[in-house]
């Protein structure tokens, strides 16, 4: 005889099928569009475009430019020594370092599948928006002096930090003249690699969201993140960093968090949060920049997720 298989085991099954049904296929088409940027964009070339620029027109070019940009934290941190040390004024940098980890091509087209058209389009918006407005701030704060003295490497144009550390992997390749069809091929062949790469953080992402969706109470839930809790908004901001693995593991998990019932806004702070003020994010800008900048852009980050999310509570919620 077989034995009963228990209700929330056959949920979780069923909404696990259900997430990877409607991600994988967008997640393998973001893929792609993640290989085609790198080939277009390399971090290299976004740094010589945003050293031209001051406040104001450089804070919209250095967002936009982390937002259509799929880096990770190594190419990130990367670029924003490499434009630290040619004198890019620190709010234009700082412009490009909020919007990098929080808006991508994964997050959007993930974003897409998991909430729809106008949620993911209101989140662009407003996270480049925070971005924006965020560097300014920062960059009239006189904080200058709390960027740690950054030498460039001459073989790889990573910074190093005068503390003896150095932010290592993701080093730009030197620019050669290929064909759009080269371009494309090589595309292809990223997009594998990041694909099988990437794969495990996403079906993680999905087992841990079909056990929210199924087993773990909605009144847990809702007691913590639900409406009923003044501070549900900035507890989610908080809780993404130390949960963060990657934004393919966070949509997931927040798509079941929305299933549950928690407002669309609580879940994009946590959404937010865990992108901004991961650890290892944290751990790379530790060679950038002095404790109380940390804890400023940490901050900053924890604010532009509360931000978000208490808009997105009172106009979509």
């Given at each position: 005889?077989?034995?009963?298989?228990?209700?929330?085991?056959?949920?979780?099954w069923?909404?696990?099928?259900?997430?990877?049904?409607?991600?994988?296929?967008?997640?393998?088409?973001?893929?792609?569009?993640?290989?085609?940027?790198?080939?277009?964009?390399?971090?290299?070339?976004?740094?010589?475009?945003?050293?031209?620029?001051?406040?104001?027109?450089?804070?919209?070019?250095?967002?936009?430019?982390?937002?259509?940009?799929?880096?990770?934290?190594?190419?990130?941190v990367?670029?924003?020594?490499?434009?630290?040390?040619?004198g890019a004024?620190?709010?234009?940098?700082?412009?490009?370092?909020?919007?990098?980890?929080?808006?991508?091509?994964?997050?959007?087209?993930?974003?897409?599948?998991?909430?729809?058209?106008?949620?993911?389009?209101?989140?662009?918006?407003?996270?480049?928006?925070?971005?924006?407005?965020?560097?300014?701030?920062?960059?009239?704060?006189?904080?200058?002096?709390d960027?740690?003295?950054?030498?460039?490497?001459?073989?790889?144009?990573?910074?190093?930090?005068?503390?003896?550390?150095?932010?290592?992997?993701?080093?730009?390749?030197?620019?050669?003249?290929?064909?759009?069809r080269?371009?494309?091929?090589?595309?292809?062949?990223?997009?594998?690699?990041?694909?099988?790469?990437?794969?495990?953080?996403?079906?993680?992402?999905?087992?841990?969201?079909?056990?929210?969706?199924?087993?773990?109470?909605?009144?847990?839930?809702?007691?913590?993140?639900?409406?009923?809790?003044?501070?549900?908004?900035?507890?989610?901001?908080?809780?993404?960093?130390?949960?963060?693995?990657?934004?393919?593991a966070?949509?997931?998990?927040?798509?079941?968090?929305?299933?549950?019932?928690?407002?669309?806004?609580?879940?994009?702070?946590?959404?937010?949060?865990?992108?901004?003020?991961?650890?290892?994010?944290?751990?790379?800008l530790?060679?950038?920049?002095?404790?109380?900048?940390?804890?400023?852009?940490?901050?900053?980050?924890?604010?532009?997720?509360?931000?978000?999310?208490?808009?997105?509570?009172?106009?979509?919620?």
């Amino acid at each position: 005889m077989i034995p009963e298989i228990p209700p929330a085991v056959a949920e979780s099954w069923a909404f696990f099928v259900h997430l990877a049904i409607t991600l994988i296929p967008l997640f393998i088409g973001a893929s792609f569009v993640v290989g085609l940027a790198q080939e277009y964009v390399p971090p290299e070339k976004v740094e010589r475009e945003l050293q031209g620029y001051d406040e104001g027109a450089g804070n919209v070019m250095a967002a936009g430019f982390g937002a259509v940009t799929p880096f990770c934290s190594c190419s990130t941190v990367p670029v924003l020594g490499g434009l630290l040390q040619a004198g890019a004024p620190l709010g234009l940098s700082f412009s490009f370092l909020l919007a990098s980890p929080m808006v991508n091509e994964i997050a959007v087209v993930l974003l897409l599948g998991t909430f729809g058209f106008e949620v993911a389009l209101w989140y662009v918006v407003t996270t480049v928006v925070a971005a924006i407005v965020g560097g300014i701030v920062i960059g009239r704060l006189g904080l200058a002096d709390d960027v740690k003295d950054i030498q460039l490497n001459d073989e790889t144009s990573q910074p190093v930090a005068t503390d003896g550390g150095t932010v290592e992997c993701c080093a730009p390749s030197p620019e050669t003249q290929t064909t759009h069809r080269e371009h494309f091929e090589t595309a292809a062949r990223e997009a594998r690699t990041f694909f099988i790469d990437t794969l495990p953080y996403l079906i993680l992402g999905m087992t841990i969201g079909a056990l929210v969706h199924s087993v773990v109470p909605v009144g847990i839930l809702q007691a913590v993140l639900g409406p009923q809790n003044p501070l549900a908004v900035p507890l989610a901001a908080l809780f993404g960093a130390p949960i963060y693995v990657s934004m393919s593991a966070m949509l997931p998990i927040a798509g079941a968090l929305h299933e549950q019932g928690i407002a669309i806004g609580t879940v994009l702070a946590f959404i937010v949060g865990g992108a901004g003020v991961s650890i290892p994010n944290l751990i790379l800008l530790n060679k950038l920049f002095k404790r109380r900048l940390l804890l400023i852009y940490a901050g900053t980050v924890v604010a532009t997720g509360v931000v978000v999310g208490l808009s997105f509570n009172a106009f979509l919620g």
